[in-house]
């Protein structure tokens, strides 16, 4: 009986390794599998005088210990803003390039056609239209907007 009892030990180990090596071998899958890009909403005026938008994603290199990088920006300052949830500018251009980053609340712009793009926290925006006939800005939702505004440097 004492030999037939350590059998099914060693068994029952031997299932437990396999196990948990099957458990290691499918993380590591996870971890493999190519990371979301970091997604920047870029508005620029083009050569009609108004305002466009595109999606452009943000280039990474390996860097920073386990992380990526992208490429450093030249920039000139850093200002925190509140706006109230009804908050409301009608067409203009942006005061200077800038990036805009939502930190919570939410809004949109408005450009040309009634295109509208929402901004919510996460959120990522490159203004670049600085003549022409800009966006609308305005509050969307019950609570403030807090926003982040990074000036780039002048190139």
Same mark, same amino acid.
């Given at each position: 009986?004492?030999?037939?009892? /350590?059998?099914?030990?060693?068994?029952?180990?031997?299932?437990?390794?396999?196990?948990?090596?099957?458990? $290691?071998?499918? $993380?590591?899958?996870?971890?493999?599998?190519?990371?979301?890009?970091?997604? @920047?909403?870029?508005?620029?005026?083009?050569?009609?005088?108004?305002?466009?938008?595109?999606?452009?994603?943000? !280039?990474?290199?390996?860097?920073?210990?386990?992380?990526?990088?992208?490429?450093?920006?030249? @920039?000139?300052?850093?200002?925190? /803003?509140?706006?109230?949830?009804?908050?409301?500018?009608?067409? $203009?251009?942006?005061?200077?390039?800038?990036? @805009?980053?939502?930190?919570? %609340?939410?809004?949109?712009?408005?450009?040309?056609?009634? !295109?509208?793009?929402?901004?919510?926290?996460?959120?990522?925006?490159?203004?670049?239209?600085?003549?022409? !006939?800009? $966006?609308?800005? /305005? %509050?969307?939702?019950?609570?403030?907007?807090?926003?982040?505004?990074?000036?780039?440097?002048?190139?």
């Amino acid at each position: 009986m004492g030999a037939m009892v /350590r059998r099914l030990v060693f068994v029952g180990l031997v299932g437990c390794i396999l196990v948990l090596w099957n458990a $290691h071998a499918d $993380h590591d899958v996870v971890v493999a599998q190519p990371r979301a890009p970091i997604v @920047v909403t870029r508005i620029y005026t083009g050569p009609d005088g108004q305002t466009h938008a595109e999606q452009i994603d943000v !280039k990474l290199t390996p860097g920073g210990g386990s992380g990526e990088l992208s490429e450093m920006a030249a @920039v000139t300052g850093l200002q925190f /803003r509140r706006q109230a949830p009804n908050y409301f500018q009608d067409w $203009h251009p942006a005061p200077r390039r800038q990036y @805009v980053i939502t930190l919570s %609340g939410r809004g949109e712009i408005e450009l040309a056609g009634a !295109k509208k793009i929402p901004l919510g926290p996460g959120h990522i925006l490159l203004a670049e239209d600085v003549t022409g !006939k800009g $966006h609308i800005s /305005r %509050g969307v939702g019950n609570e403030d907007r807090i926003s982040l505004f990074i000036p780039l440097a002048e190139r």
